[in-house]
């Protein structure tokens, strides 16, 4: 049965982000990850996380929303070794890539060439720091206009080139439903490149139950391909926060492999 992860950014908004992480614990949840590690007090998180007795499953490598973006590559290499020092005072060895946005006026050959050459870099500043990068393709219409990595194909095809075990893919089920479907079958294809998973409700980035997605099915898939890393419920749910992830969890121990 996949391990679930609760994205705090998502839930309890009105309360601090030590005080969600009390929370997860308290519904019997075994890991917690969230957005950027700069706006946020590590050491108190990572306190809250031992005493409420959850694992932090992973967080955004900073800079983010950068990679297509004319910034040095040392910068890349730096926010890599910093981020690893945030994640080894949580206990995560996991950390989340953003490509950032097409660049207007260049040519997609231009910014893939220049994804790829960071990519190589960060990938090799992670295997220093024993860190895991996860490569998030992102959907265009509706949360995020104008972003450059659209694609599980165009994320293998990368991780190809790249060439490194500390670099993955993060497969989010919600926004690849939103940008091309086929959810079980790349699943299956790109089982072995996938790092870490997010799930939510399609459309609406709610709730799993009642969107277009078969969850107990998507659950059943991700259990039959061996995948043993974490599921980030990232969603917002509709109405009370703990039912929702209540309902997730039922969901997910109800699924049997495909």
């Known amino acids: 049965m996949p ?19 009390v929370r997860v614990g308290a519904l019997g949840l075994p890991a917690v990850e969230f957005w950027n590690y700069s706006n946020k007090n590590v050491a108190q998180l990572a306190a809250a996380a031992r005493g409420a007795g959850v694992k932090v499953a992973g967080f955004v490598c900073e800079p983010g929303f950068a990679l297509t ?16 020092a945030a994640a080894r005072t949580l206990g995560c060895a996991t950390m989340i890539v953003t490509t950032g946005n097409i660049v207007a006026g260049e040519s997609d050959e231009v910014m893939r060439r220049r994804v790829v050459r960071k990519l ?18 992102l959907n265009p219409f509706v949360d995020h206009p104008g972003y450059w990595l659209t694609t599980m194909a165009q994320a293998a095809d990368i991780l190809e080139e ?7 893919i993060l497969y989010d089920i919600y926004h690849q439903q939103m940008t091309e479907g086929k959810i079980i079958d ?27 997605l078969d969850y107990r099915a ?23 926060g703990a039912a929702a992830l209540q309902e997730a969890a039922l969901l997910c121990a109800a699924a049997q492999p495909a």
């Open 120 to 137: 190589q870099a960060m990938a090799a500043a992670a295997e220093q720091e024993q860190m895991t990068l996860v490569l998030e393709p």
């Open 162 to 168: 790249v060439n490194s075990p500390n670099l993955k």
């Open 186 to 212: 790349n699943l299956r294809r790109y089982a072995a490149q996938i790092g870490h998973i997010h799930v939510a409700g399609a459309p609406g980035r709610t709730n799993l139950v009642g969107g277009d």
């Open 69 to 84: 973006s004319p910034m040095p590559v040392a910068e890349h290499v730096q926010g890599v070794r910093d981020s690893a």
């Open 3 to 21: 391990r679930l992860s609760v994205c705090i950014e998502m839930f309890w908004p009105d309360l601090s982000f030590e005080e969600r992480v």
């Open 218 to 240: 998507v659950f059943s898939a991700i259990d039959a391909t061996g995948y043993t890393g974490y599921v980030g419920l990232e969603f917002r749910p509709s109405g009370d």
